[in-house]
């Protein structure tokens, strides 16, 4: 389905904070990792082990200190911030541990706002997209509620339909389901990974939660800012249905 | 959502509805300052043009008279003084040497649109037993009436004038118990007598005039006031008002009369004029800065409670420039909607204020001058204030580190 068989390559990507000052400390000490296509990728290791920088990283939200990064084809090595914000718009879609809706706005206008920053306005055509998203996340009767009057589990999906509007190859989520029940987190991992079987989009997922990260293609551990040897029992690729 | 807004407008907008509280609070805030600078600005206006009007309409902006005549001490010997007392000669009737000569050349002007020279003095009008002291003007219509309308004031008879004709004020022509076709009879110090006949009555709508003005032809009162092929005053309009002083200088200058403007004459309202207008000016200023502190000071705060928002939105591909945007919308539509608003209250309150404070016998203080100018620059000047108050919350919504909003 995608041209790029590796969506995804970093190469010795170090990151340090607090360069300069007496403080400064390397949080990624070289990741180098690959990521086909089409995969379903499960990041776990302990808290602050540099999963959540590794993941800004990726989505060129943050820059690495050292190192390469090839997004979908582009080496993003030297790229400007126009460039960066372009090309994040376009291939990554994001969840957060802490959805981060925006409450301005309903359930149908947060999964639209994508599109209306990418296009610059909004058009009838985003609406029907939209409210297609939020059938398969189960949630067209919710679509004109503020998104403050959604459970956490429902703000959530809202938030994983927002992360596919520009129908993106990537989609990184940090914790989408940290701060949920275990039904709900289910319901957010299961239609996460549909979406992923269906349509083929790449999923990088952080998680603590041992038993969704069983489910994923595959399991890369993080542990001090390395790549820990990936634990047995991972599957080697992605998995066939 | 409206298909046709920008995502910057889409965006600003709903900011703004949400923060309610906000920003109804400096909404209002924005609407009186802005409703004070219009109805002030109203008002002012209002006072000048009226001023400007009687101006234009009813006197002549330039007038030329004889150079006054000067005593000079008497001197026997060079440098030695025998009468150190000099005394202000009486100021006769004088009429301005070659006036017709000095006439031609202001009229050749290009910035000299009328010019018309009379012959001024005072007389004494008598019908039967009846007598009043009134004052002549001797002119010639066709010059003369384009300077003072006379004609606009009539409320009997017409504004012929042969030379056996005389136009009176309306309270005079009550006093002496004179119709338009009575007679009556004018006699001045120097001599002169003619028996006129009344043609028109004025009103001017003041007492004082009504009681006094008559109008004559040139001739008339020329022989009336023994200055026969004389003028004693030579009255001239101009294109631009406020060039009068200049020209006036000018005219001066260059023959020998006395060039008094308009300006020069009324300096005092001109005084008036300006420290009022000063005054606007600061007024405006503080207003402008204070509305401009208040719109920024909510900005700062909503950029500072949207830190989330503004990450997201920028993680979603939202180029800084965008969320830049977003914050100086934001003061623009507040800046304008206040203006709009404040120009409602302004001119409400300045037609409320016209209709209860009146003169004593019922006519206005000041034209109501509403003009759609003063709306639409009241609207820029505030929509403008507004960005630029927003300039420093945007800039600082613009610099937000996504990385650092998500994390928390
Ligand atoms: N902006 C920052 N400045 C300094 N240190 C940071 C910053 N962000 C994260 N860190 C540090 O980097 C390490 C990795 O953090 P993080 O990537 O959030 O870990 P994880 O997501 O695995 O819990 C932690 O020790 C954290 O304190
Ligand atoms: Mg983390």
């Known amino acids: ?241 | 959502m409206n298909r046709w807004l920008p995502f910057e407008w889409i965006a600003a907008l709903r900011f703004l509805a949400e923060g309610r509280m906000q920003t109804v609070f400096i909404l209002g805030g924005v609407t009186i300052g802005v409703g004070v600078i219009v109805f002030m600005s109203a008002m002012l206006a209002g006072l000048q043009a009226n001023f400007i009007r009687r101006v234009l309409t009813s006197q002549p902006q330039i007038q030329l008279l004889p150079r006054e005549e000067a005593a000079r001490p008497l001197r026997a010997v060079r440098g030695v003084i025998e009468a150190a007392v000099v005394q202000r000669p009486t100021q006769r009737i004088l009429s301005i040497d070659q006036w017709q000569a000095i006439a031609a050349a202001v009229r050749a002007r290009p910035d000299v649109l009328v010019v018309a020279p009379t012959v001024a003095g005072s007389a004494l009008a008598v019908r039967g037993d009846a007598s009043r002291s009134i004052s002549v003007v001797g002119m010639d219509p066709a010059q003369y009436f384009r300077i003072v309308r006379v004609p606009d004031y009539l409320v009997a008879g017409e504004a012929r004038l042969g030379t056996d004709d005389i136009v009176v004020g309306s309270e005079l022509a009550r006093n002496l118990g004179a119709g338009v076709g009575d007679r009556i009879n004018v006699t001045t110090a120097r001599g002169g007598q003619r028996t006129l006949t009344v043609t028109g009555i004025v009103d001017f709508g003041n007492k004082g005039a009504n009681e006094r003005s008559t109008y004559v032809a040139l001739r008339t009162a020329q022989s009336l006031l023994d200055l026969v092929g004389g003028a004693t005053t030579i009255d001239v309009t101009v294109a631009d008002i406020y060039a009068a002083d200049v020209i006036a200088r000018d005219i001066a200058g260059m023959a020998p009369v006395k060039a008094d403007s308009w300006i020069t004459t009324n300096a005092q309202f001109f005084t008036a004029v300006r420290a009022q207008q000063t005054s606007n000016t600061l007024i405006r200023l503080f207003v402008g800065l204070s509305v401009a502190f208040g719109i920024a000071a909510v900005l700062v705060v909503s950029v500072i409670q949207r830190s989330k928002d503004i990450g997201i939105l920028r993680a979603m591909g939202a180029s800084r420039g965008r969320i830049l945007r977003i914050f100086l919308v934001q003061g623009g539509v507040l800046g304008f909607a206040g203006s709009v608003l404040g120009s409602v209250l302004g001119a409400g309150s300045l037609f409320l204020w016209h209709r209860w404070f009146r003169q004593a016998d019922g006519s206005e203080l000041f034209p109501l001058v509403l003009t759609a100018d003063l709306f639409a620059a009241a609207a820029m000047l505030a929509a403008l204030t507004g960005v630029l108050a927003a300039l420093a919350p945007a800039v600082r919504a613009a610099s937000i580190d996504p990385v650092d909003a998500i994390r928390g």
């Open chain 1, 1 to 241: 389905m995608r041209s790029v068989a590796e969506i995804l390559v970093l190469e010795a990507v170090r990151k340090s904070y607090g360069i300069g000052t007496p403080v400064e400390t390397e949080v990624l000490h070289g990741i180098d990792l690959a990521v086909r296509a089409g995969e379903f990728l499960a990041i776990i290791g302990p808290s602050g082990s540099g999963k959540s920088t590794l993941l800004n990283i990726i989505g060129l939200l943050d820059r690495p200190t050292s190192g390469r990064l090839v997004i979908d084809g582009t080496d993003t090595t030297g790229l400007g911030d126009g460039d960066r914000t372009r090309l994040r718009g376009r291939t990554i879609g994001f969840v957060f541990q802490h959805h981060y809706l925006i409450s301005a706005f309903t359930a149908l206008e947060n999964v639209m706002m994508p599109m209306i920053v990418d296009r610059g306005r909004a058009d009838p055509a985003m609406a029907r997209r939209a409210e297609e998203l939020l059938g398969w996340m189960d949630l067209e009767r919710w679509r004109n509620n503020r998104v403050n009057n959604l459970s956490g589990g429902q703000q959530q999906r809202v938030a994983v339909a927002r992360a596919l509007a520009l129908d993106p190859p990537l989609v990184l989520a940090d914790e989408p389901t940290g701060n949920l029940d275990t039904a709900a987190a289910e319901g957010v991992f299961a239609r996460m990974r549909r979406i992923n079987r269906e349509r083929g989009t790449t999923f990088l997922l952080v998680t603590h939660n041992l038993a969704l990260a069983e489910r994923c293609d595959r399991i890369v551990e993080v542990v001090d800012g390395r790549i820990a040897a990936e634990p047995a029992g991972a599957h080697a690729g992605p998995a066939a249905g």
